[in-house]
Each structure stands twice: as C-alpha cells, then as structure tokens.
C-alpha cells in the first residue's frame, strides 16, 4: 500500500482528516506511522491540538493495516471500529507522529472471517509522540471485520 495512495484517499473520503493535517508518513505489514502538526484550525481552546484530531491520526495509523490486509486477501471484508480507549499525557503542540506496531493481528482476524464468515474483533494501539518522543496520547481501537455474503 502506498502512503501518497491513501493520502490522496483521505482527501476524497475523509476529508476532515485531511483539512486538519493528518497524513499517513510510512506503512508495511506490521507498522503504521500518521503524523499531524498542531496548527491554528485543530486546536482546542487551551492552545493544544484539540483530541479529535488525535484521535484522526491515531485512527488511520490502526486502520491503514486493515485496509491493507484486506486489499492482500482480494476479497469482500467490511471492517468498522467498535470502540476505542484514550488517554492524554501531555499537551499536544508541534508534529505529532502516531505509530501503530500491531499489523501482526490483522491477518489471522482476516483468515478466520474468511474460514468461518463470523465477524472478528481485535483491538490495536497506537501511541502519539511529539518532536521531543514524549508520549502526548495513546489510542485503543477495537476494529471488527467480516467477511461479506456472496
């Protein structure tokens, strides 16, 4: 998967993501990192990167290994987060880069949907760090995927 691919793709489908900066930096089976630059437009009243825009990035840093096994599969999977966890350690300001080591779950979720068409539930994390590698947030999401009917 190509990262100027998916983010031509926030452009045209996700496009609040892409008004506010969020961008996919690097991608390959196991690790996904977004990066976002806190800026005037995603900021929340006390002068940080406002959490929604976090949690855009921290999004797509999760959701870019599911797209991309499903892709590999060449076949029909739906996929949706179910819910997802935050935390916030520190104050969000400068680049943010959230990094997402957790593609090693996706392609058993994806076999067994496949094996068995019941839906599948894994959670992944991603971690936000700023300039410095302090951690300003860390994102939990529970993604379900199944496999669609013929």
Do not use: Y
Request: proline share 2%.
């Amino acid at each position: 998967m190509d990262s100027s691919k998916i983010n031509t793709f926030l452009f045209f489908k996700l496009p609040a993501a892409w008004w506010c900066g969020v961008r996919l930096q690097q991608i390959d089976q196991h690790r996904a990192v977004t990066r976002v630059r806190h800026r005037w437009f995603n900021q929340n009243p006390n002068g940080s990167m406002f959490w929604a825009v976090q949690g855009m990035a921290a999004e797509l840093s999760t959701g870019v290994l599911v797209m991309q096994a499903i892709e590999d599969s060449k076949k029909g999977i739906s996929m949706l987060v179910a819910n997802n966890k935050a935390s916030f350690s520190k104050k969000a300001k400068g680049r943010i880069t959230f990094s997402c080591e957790d593609g090693h779950l996706v392609g058993p979720a994806v076999a067994r949907t496949l094996e068995s068409g019941e839906g599948q539930t894994f959670w992944m994390r991603s971690v936000g760090k700023d300039e410095s590698g302090d951690i300003v947030s860390t994102f939990e999401f529970e993604w379900t995927i199944r496999a669609r009917k013929k």
